[in-house]
């Protein structure tokens, strides 16, 4: 028998893995010629798979031979719209693909009329053994039409949306899941425009695979400052059970722990480097998530040739910004998910690759639409108000004024003396509670033995009424009777705002995480239905939306924007009707004031759209959060003249990463376009959902 322009021929072994689930293939296009699946392969009358124990599985036809080859499904499956099925069973490690020209009679053939009943998974493995094939081959085509079919029915409802917490997901997002596990088989850029929630796509992708027993272990790897924040959304919001690379759990589990949990989620840079690597790469994952995958643009580096290694089933690249520079990153990203998609970078960049950038562009565009889903905002639907913000710039008392500056000196002083983790730690929470407020202060300087210490807690203690909180009276009269939401970072700052407020005859309750859950619903109620003020701690507002409300005071800041940023995302998000109002607190001479000045002159903090933050502090943040960066600038320099020239350099720095990253959203709008998006490809018949109106 001749071979198949796939390279497979009679007896050939393909390794497959079986996990049944039967479902429907009766969508498949009737006029579809079987010959051409068989291509090549001479006029077979039923396609048989062996498997190890050399057992038969049958591809039935139930017509006469003439019937199969050169006629449609329906010539195959008979004008009465009998029935044929496709069913894998395995029972050794390698089975064998056979192609027979002998018949026989199917025993007990379903009798669902005008309908194949197919195996899903065994399907897809069957053609992810073929995958080799080019991607103009009838084959391959036939591949992606089937699994684009099959799945239909089957993701018409959503299995995950059962596990959600305190989330809804937008349709869009839906529509991503379903497109992913469909046409896209498992391996996918996600490149939406930052702040249309990537991490919940990816998030849905793996709860559903999940729920249909299709993926067992799954490593998720990302920057370094994103581990925490992934486990803990996958936790809150999916219910996902993992452990994270820092948890007791791994650490117990060495020297291999890579193995070992569900879900697993760890740094690019901790696992591409040994003795991790070798561990890693010995395994094979079911799903393999990488966020912020630009970082895979090139080629040549240990972290593109390490995920080019791995061994996944299924894999998703997140990335708001595929292109950075050039069409190369793109090529590389590409090939990583499937090699070949875009053919050898030689062709790939006579076709596409101008002086100017690209050309072609609708050509390349097709391409990608087997391999990348970008929704952009205008796409979506989703609009949000306007928000405005105010910093008040608050002068200190004389006393406030030498307890900030006794400080400064003091954290300057011993950071340069290159203290330990520990110490560290210690001068920066000393640093963020003197912005805060006295009370915070005195607080963190409690428990402490060292004299300059105690002297500023004695200072301290002279301190009445804060001028901050005096300010902040100010703020809470021209509220004119307005709700509120006022953050601070600190416990002792949330004591005294509550007691100050008590006295001057505001009502208030309050917000933070030594609450219960009951106590912190019965919060929010009280505050949406009885009393004017919210004071709450970023800990406790996790997960809260309180979008009834529109006027945020930041009676602190934290030196991180995307803290920022989180704050007003409890209020301004979709469902908030009205213009939200930002008022930000700083006392002068403070770390926050000078922070607040580069920010709002430099990135114009508050104009960002949502997301566009954490995409600027990326390159900054390398190795440490943007928190170290800030304290480094400003504890490393001599005086506070020599820490505000620092803190000037940085908003350069932030000023420059702002500017590139406009840049790279102007390229990949000017490449991708709006092709990519599930409301641009025309998606009803892929996924079951009916088309949004006006989309």
């Given at each position: 028998?001749?071979?198949?322009?796939?390279?497979?021929a009679?007896?050939d072994e393909?390794?497959?893995?079986?996990?049944p689930?039967?479902l429907p293939?009766?969508?498949?296009?009737?006029?579809?010629?079987?010959?051409e699946?068989?291509?090549g392969?001479?006029?077979?009358?039923?396609l048989?798979?062996?498997?190890g124990?050399?057992?038969?599985v049958?591809?039935?036809a139930?017509?006469?031979?003439d019937?199969v080859?050169?006629?449609?499904?329906s010539?195959?499956?008979?004008?009465?719209?009998r029935?044929?099925?496709?069913r894998?069973i395995s029972?050794?490690?390698?089975?064998?693909?056979?192609l027979?020209?002998?018949?026989?009679?199917?025993?007990?053939?379903?009798?669902?009329?005008?309908?194949?009943?197919?195996?899903r998974?065994?399907?897809?493995?069957?053609?992810?053994?073929?995958?080799?094939?080019?991607?103009d081959?009838?084959?391959?085509?036939?591949?992606?039409?089937?699994?684009e079919?099959?799945?239909?029915?089957?993701?018409d409802?959503?299995?995950?949306e059962?596990?959600?917490?305190e989330?809804?997901?937008?349709?869009?997002?839906?529509?991503?899941?379903?497109?992913?596990?469909?046409?896209?088989?498992?391996?996918?850029?996600?490149?939406?425009?930052?702040g249309?929630?990537?991490?919940?796509?990816?998030?849905?992708?793996?709860l559903?695979?999940?729920?249909?027993g299709?993926?067992?272990?799954t490593?998720?790897?990302?920057?370094p400052?994103?581990?925490?924040?992934?486990?803990?959304e996958l936790?809150?919001?999916?219910?996902?059970?993992?452990?994270?690379?820092?948890?007791p759990?791994?650490r117990?589990?060495?020297?291999d722990?890579?193995?070992?949990?569900?879900?697993?989620?760890?740094?690019?840079?901790?696992?591409?480097?040994?003795?991790?690597?070798?561990?890693?790469?010995?395994?094979?994952?079911?799903?393999?998530?990488i966020?912020?995958?630009?970082?895979?643009?090139?080629?040549t580096?240990?972290?593109?040739?390490?995920v080019?290694?791995?061994?996944?089933r299924?894999?998703?690249l997140?990335?708001?910004?595929?292109?950075?520079?050039?069409?190369?990153?793109?090529?590389?990203?590409?090939?990583?998910?499937r090699?070949?998609q875009?053919?050898?970078?030689?062709?790939?960049?006579g076709?596409?690759?101008?002086?100017d950038?690209?050309?072609n562009?609708?050509?390349?565009?097709?391409?990608?639409?087997?391999?990348?889903i970008?929704?952009?905002?205008?796409?979506t639907?989703?609009a949000?108000?306007?928000?405005?913000?105010?910093?008040?710039?608050?002068?200190?008392?004389?006393?406030?004024?030498?307890v900030?500056?006794?400080?400064?000196?003091?954290?300057?002083?011993?950071?340069?003396?290159?203290?330990g983790a520990?110490?560290?730690?210690?001068?920066?929470?000393?640093?963020?509670?003197g912005g805060?407020?006295?009370?915070?202060?005195?607080?963190t300087?409690?428990?402490?033995?060292?004299?300059?210490?105690?002297?500023?807690r004695?200072?301290?203690?002279?301190?009445?009424?804060?001028?901050?909180t005096?300010?902040?009276?100010?703020?809470l009269?021209?509220?004119?009777?307005?709700?509120?939401?006022?953050?601070?970072?600190?416990?002792?700052?949330?004591?005294h705002?509550?007691?100050?407020?008590?006295?001057?005859g505001?009502?208030?309750?309050?917000f933070?995480?030594g609450?219960?859950?009951?106590?912190?619903?019965?919060?929010v109620?009280?505050?949406?239905?009885?009393?004017?003020?919210?004071?709450c701690?970023?800990s406790?507002?996790?997960?809260?939306?309180?979008?009834?409300?529109?006027?945020?005071?930041n009676?602190?800041?934290?030196?991180?924007?995307?803290?920022?940023?989180?704050?007003?995302?409890r209020?301004?998000?979709?469902?908030?009707?009205?213009?939200v109002?930002?008022t930000n607190?700083?006392?002068?001479?403070?770390?926050?004031?000078d922070?607040i000045?580069?920010?709002?002159?430099?990135?114009?903090l508050?104009?960002?759209v949502?997301g566009?933050?954490?995409?600027?502090?990326?390159?900054?943040?390398?190795?440490?959060?943007?928190?170290?960066?800030?304290?480094?600038?400003?504890a490393?320099?001599a005086?506070?003249v020599?820490?505000r020239?620092?803190?000037e350099?940085?908003?350069?720095?932030?000023?420059?990463?702002?500017?590139a990253?406009?840049?790279?959203?102007?390229l990949?709008?000017?490449?991708?376009?709006?092709?990519?998006?599930?409301?641009?490809?025309?998606d009803?018949?892929?996924?079951?959902?009916?088309p949004?109106?006006g989309?």
């Amino acid at each position: 028998m001749d071979s198949s322009p796939t390279g497979l021929a009679a007896g050939d072994e393909v390794a497959i893995e079986i996990d049944p689930e039967w479902l429907p293939l009766d969508a498949l296009p009737a006029e579809r010629s079987v010959g051409e699946l068989l291509q090549g392969l001479g006029r077979p009358r039923r396609l048989i798979l062996r498997d190890g124990g050399g057992r038969e599985v049958l591809l039935a036809a139930d017509q006469e031979p003439d019937l199969v080859i050169g006629a449609g499904l329906s010539g195959m499956i008979g004008p009465q719209g009998r029935e044929a099925r496709l069913r894998i069973i395995s029972t050794g490690d390698t089975p064998v693909l056979e192609l027979a020209t002998s018949s026989r009679p199917v025993p007990e053939v379903p009798q669902t009329a005008g309908r194949i009943v197919i195996e899903r998974t065994g399907l897809e493995l069957l053609f992810e053994a073929l995958r080799g094939v080019h991607r103009d081959d009838p084959l391959s085509d036939l591949h992606g039409r089937a699994m684009e079919l099959s799945l239909a029915q089957a993701l018409d409802v959503l299995m995950c949306e059962n596990q959600l917490r305190e989330l809804t997901p937008f349709d869009y997002q839906r529509r991503v899941v379903r497109r992913v596990m469909g046409r896209m088989r498992g391996h996918v850029i996600l490149a939406d425009e930052v702040g249309l929630g990537k991490t919940i796509e990816a998030a849905m992708t793996l709860l559903e695979y999940q729920a249909r027993g299709l993926v067992k272990k799954t490593l998720i790897l990302t920057p370094p400052t994103l581990v925490g924040q992934w486990g803990e959304e996958l936790r809150r919001h999916f219910g996902v059970s993992l452990v994270m690379q820092d948890e007791p759990p791994f650490r117990d589990a060495l020297p291999d722990p890579w193995y070992r949990f569900p879900t697993l989620i760890a740094s690019l840079a901790t696992a591409k480097r040994e003795p991790h690597r070798s561990l890693v790469l010995a395994r094979e994952y079911d799903l393999v998530i990488i966020d912020e995958a630009h970082h895979l643009r090139n080629a040549t580096t240990q972290a593109w040739k390490f995920v080019n290694q791995l061994r996944k089933r299924f894999m998703l690249l997140l990335t708001a910004t595929p292109i950075q520079n050039d069409l190369k990153e793109l090529f590389n990203l590409v090939t990583l998910l499937r090699p070949g998609q875009l053919g050898t970078f030689k062709s790939f960049k006579g076709r596409f690759v101008a002086a100017d950038g690209a050309k072609n562009v609708g050509e390349l565009r097709q391409l990608l639409e087997g391999v990348m889903i970008r929704n952009r905002r205008s796409d979506t639907g989703l609009a949000l108000p306007p928000r405005t913000a105010h910093t008040v710039s608050v002068q200190p008392s004389t006393t406030e004024a030498e307890v900030y500056g006794r400080l400064g000196a003091l954290v300057r002083r011993r950071h340069r003396g290159q203290p330990g983790a520990h110490e560290t730690m210690r001068l920066r929470m000393l640093q963020l509670a003197g912005g805060s407020s006295p009370a915070a202060l005195a607080a963190t300087l409690a428990a402490s033995t060292d004299p300059e210490l105690e002297s500023l807690r004695t200072l301290l203690a002279t301190v009445d009424v804060p001028a901050k909180t005096l300010r902040f009276l100010q703020v809470l009269q021209e509220l004119d009777g307005e709700k509120a939401v006022i953050f601070t970072q600190f416990r002792a700052t949330l004591d005294h705002l509550a007691a100050f407020v008590e006295r001057t005859g505001f009502g208030a309750c309050l917000f933070h995480g030594g609450l219960s859950r009951l106590e912190k619903d019965r919060s929010v109620a009280r505050f949406e239905q009885e009393v004017q003020l919210l004071i709450c701690t970023e800990s406790g507002s996790e997960g809260r939306n309180l979008q009834f409300c529109r006027n945020l005071v930041n009676f602190d800041l934290p030196w991180n924007p995307m803290r920022i940023e989180q704050r007003l995302g409890r209020l301004h998000r979709i469902g908030q009707t009205r213009e939200v109002r930002v008022t930000n607190l700083v006392t002068a001479g403070t770390l926050e004031h000078d922070l607040i000045d580069v920010l709002e002159r430099k990135l114009d903090l508050f104009a960002l759209v949502v997301g566009e933050m954490d995409m600027i502090l990326g390159d900054l943040e390398e190795e440490t959060g943007f928190e170290e960066v800030v304290f480094d600038a400003w504890a490393g320099a001599a005086d506070e003249v020599a820490a505000r020239a620092s803190m000037e350099a940085l908003g350069d720095r932030l000023h420059e990463a702002k500017k590139a990253f406009r840049f790279q959203q102007e390229l990949n709008e000017s490449i991708l376009g709006d092709r990519l998006g599930v409301e641009g490809q025309g998606d009803a018949p892929e996924d079951g959902a009916q088309p949004q109106e006006g989309g």
